[in-house]
């Protein structure tokens, strides 16, 4: 009734009689005001003008906490908040923007130091390339007589090793020192192995030599898939299975075959066939889905299985498991144990900063970073993870940009820029635009997701030539 009256007498009675309904708002609580507060930070920091030049912003929780109770007045409600963050914080950006060194990609930290609100910045840098001869090169078509030559070269190769006895090096090789591989995984490649020499000696006749419909293949696209119903296959009695006239499973067989010959002269190898690895988003805060497409990539590395995984999503949820989680809620954190031939080698590949760029979410970073295997297991490693944050942010509140050597999550060099274009045809896969600073490789590829985009590159590294990079 009081604010029936209030409006009424506020109002002349020509415009009073317009009005439908009164209704009243009461003061924001300061949970509400914390949630509104997040809300428009959150969105100051992924705005497109920040994007488009690929700056990355993060904010500590103290801003937040700053954010309420400097820029919070219940009397005005959240309009107050917004001007506070445009007066600071925007304004702040700003000025470190154009003043600052120039980079091709930037990470800033915005946090409350003994000043006030401060950045902290660090600025990418490419990483150095390594000399790696291209092998199975993803911008050269596959030539079928040259690669049917080369895996049955390495059949053979192989097949001399079992007959040597090397298969019983498998075994002994995980008793050396804790130097081998899982129990499991030895059997899976003994059983490969015994495939490849059935296979080698197997006398069935060669497949149909009509490669006609893979002869416009301009390196760009996805191979075309034979059509064949029945298309000539070698099989073994172990139940591996090639089909020799399709290039992209001949691709797959050339690089398993020479990744397999090396890993038998590493067998007793320290450290080689196993590796931890994390990898954690840069400035995300939720948009996308980098960490968890990342993990899938690593996952499908050839002859490479998941020994165990922890993840945590940007809600702070913690998961920690045998295998990568089914889900696809988007991940702050992660950390992921591999096993596998020289899977050591092909992630130090990975390791670095990553660049994804999409037109719906723009540009995403996520590093990749190989951790030491005698460290705490995934879990205890996740959530570690955030109580150092923690003790990082305290540090700069009081000593400023003094404590930013102290940052328990420094960028890396920046190692593969990718882009994704989407297609108007819903039959057509996207475009996948692959830019590898280590390799000095740049191809195109058409995949349903970046795993399938990486898999020419990954053929590239298994296949190398022992002794490079």
Known sequence: ADIDKAVREFFPPELFNRIDRVVPFSSLEPLTARRVADKELTRLLSRRGLTERRVFVRATARVLDQVVARGFDPEHGARTVKRYLEDHVGSLLTDVLTRGPKASLRALLLYAGPKGLAVHEEALREAEPVALRPRLDPNQAPERAKLVAEWEAGCEALARQAQAGRLADLESGITRGGAGMDVDILDELRVRL???????????????????????????????????????????????????????????????????????????????????????????????????????TLAGLPEVRVLSAATRGWDGAVWAGGALPEDERALDYAVVELMGPLVADTVAFEEGTHAFHTLAEGTELAVVRALPEDGPAPRALVEGLAAARSAFEARLQVEGGAAGGANPEPLLPLVRRVRVFGSDDPAQAPLYQVEDYRLGLVYSHRAEAMQGALQPLHRMVVSREEGEA
Do not use: C, M
């Open 194 to 296: 015994e495939g490849y020499a059935a296979l080698f000696s197997d006398e069935a006749p060669d497949p149909d030599e009509d490669w006609d419909e893979y002869d416009d293949w301009d390196g760009q696209g996805q191979l075309p898939a034979r059509t064949e119903a029945a298309p000539a296959r070698r099989s073994s009695p172990q139940g591996l299975q090639v089909d020799k006239a399709r290039p992209e499973e001949l691709l797959d067989e050339v690089a398993r075959v020479r990744l397999l010959g090396r890993a038998l002269n590493r067998l007793a190898e320290p450290g080689a066939h196993g590796v931890r690895v994390e990898v954690r988003a840069v400035g995300s805060e939720g948009r996308g889905h980098l960490v968890q497409d990342i993990l899938r």
